[in-house]
T-cell receptor, first 115, second 111 residues
Framework: EPEVTQTPSHQVTQMGQEVILRCVPI?????FYWYRQILGQKVEFLVSFYNNEISEKSEIFDDQFSVERPDGSNFTLKIRSTKLEDSAMYFC?????????????FGDGTRLSIL | RKEVEQDPGPFNVPEGATVAFNCTYS??????FFWYRQDCRKEPKLLMSVYSSGNEDGRFTAQLNRASQYISLLIRDSKLSDSATYLCVVFRFSGNTPLVFGKGTRLSVIA
């Protein structure tokens, strides 16, 4: 079964540094998402992406964050000037089309630790 | 009021027991509903979609009551491998947060 893959599995970074989290969505999927989950808390939506632009973004997704699809297969999340509170699991997800009953398939996540 | 609320548990049940989880959602514009399963420090994995008529997949039965804005998941003949956190997830087209997760209900099935 096709999978969403994410790299790295664990990223440790000094506060203030920039990080790039990478995702390869399922090949025929068109809609892409980033979520985060702070330890012990619920999964939170960050941003959705379709047709090379952001569709929706939550209040969490401020100017510190950006996404892009540089080469038609990778989907990246960049976090500039990282803060301690950015430490979390970051999940990428994709779906083939937008609509009711179109579940999203999640990658196995990147654990981001800010020191 | 949280948009998706679940009893956090934990539910500790013996193997073979039947266990039910409840979830309520506050936004009546919500259009689709799912149960995901999440193992410790792993990604959410789709367990099943929830349809208005109710649906069943093996030992799992999901029900939706739109009038009460209530979703349930029933697990019959629980197995050790069912131990996980069960996430109630709500989708809506509009708004800036299309997919909203509950915090999850922790289940431990004990031998």
């Amino acid at each position: 079964e096709p999978e969403v893959t994410q790299t790295p599995s664990h990223q440790v970074t000094q506060m203030g540094q920039e990080v790039i989290l990478r995702c390869v969505p399922i090949s025929n999927h068109l809609y892409f998402y980033w979520y985060r989950q702070i330890l012990g808390q619920k999964v939170e939506f960050l941003v959705s992406f379709y047709n090379n632009e952001i569709s929706e973004k939550s209040e969490i997704f401020d100017d510190q964050f950006s996404v892009e699809r540089p080469d038609g297969s990778n989907f990246t999340l960049k976090i500039r000037s990282t803060k301690l509170e950015d430490s979390a699991m970051y999940f990428c997800a994709s779906t083939t089309k937008l609509g009711p009953n179109q579940p999203q398939h999640f990658g196995d996540g990147t654990r981001l630790s800010i020191l | 009021r949280k948009e998706v609320e679940q009893d956090p548990g934990p539910f500790n049940v013996p193997e073979g027991a039947t266990v039910a989880f409840n979830c309520t959602y506050s936004n009546s514009a919500s259009q689709s509903f799912f149960w995901y399963r999440q193992d410790c420090r792993k990604e959410p994995k789709l367990l099943m979609s929830v349809y208005s008529s109710g649906n069943e997949d093996g030992r799992f039965t999901a029900q939706l009551n739109r009038a009460s804005q209530y979703i349930s998941l029933l697990i019959r003949d629980s197995k050790l491998s069912d131990s996980a956190t069960y996430l109630c997830v709500v989708f809506r087209f509009s708004g800036n947060t299309p997919l909203v997760f509950g915090k999850g209900t922790r289940l431990s099935v004990i031998a």
